[in-house]
């Protein structure tokens, strides 16, 4: 997954959290491009003299853990990877936006650890913890790229189920 543009708020707030190996790269933002220059050379080049107000981060979403619970899901369809391995691991593949996705995850494995994280099956889901969410709503927050997922299914279990 590529980068989050994020606020200089959300770093702030972010700071707080436990976000494991993920990073936040603060950089400067401008205003966009300097249209002739870029007709001229044939690639846009962003203008420098118009920087955005305020600071700026990239979050960078590294951290992994295993915490679906694939009983609860729906919607999701998993698919053996690298078939040839004595046992195959299953990647779950989750249909961007649709209404019918259902995402659970174990309780105990999402309450643990860190705030932020990829599920290890599905790379393309960024998870946040309930703590991380509460604070991020209480702050008047928002992260736009985020806003389509769904809040996940707690499930309590003493065995995370794993697709066959």
Known sequence: MAGILVSG????LLSNFDLGETQVLELPLFEGVDRPRAEFIGMDQPDLS???PGRWGLLHVLAKKAALYDEGC????FLVEKPWLDEPPTMGQVPYRSKMTVLALDAEA???SVDLWFDER?????F???RLRRAIEKAGLRVPTMKWLK???LYKTKQKGRAA
């Open 74 to 77: 729906e919607g999701i369809d």
């Open 110 to 112: 999402a309450c643990t």
């Open 50 to 52: 118009r920087p955005v």
């Open 9 to 12: 708020a959300m770093i702030d």
């Open 151 to 153: 809040e996940a299914k």
């Open 128 to 130: 946040i913890s309930d």
């Open 122 to 126: 599905i790379s393309d889901v960024p």
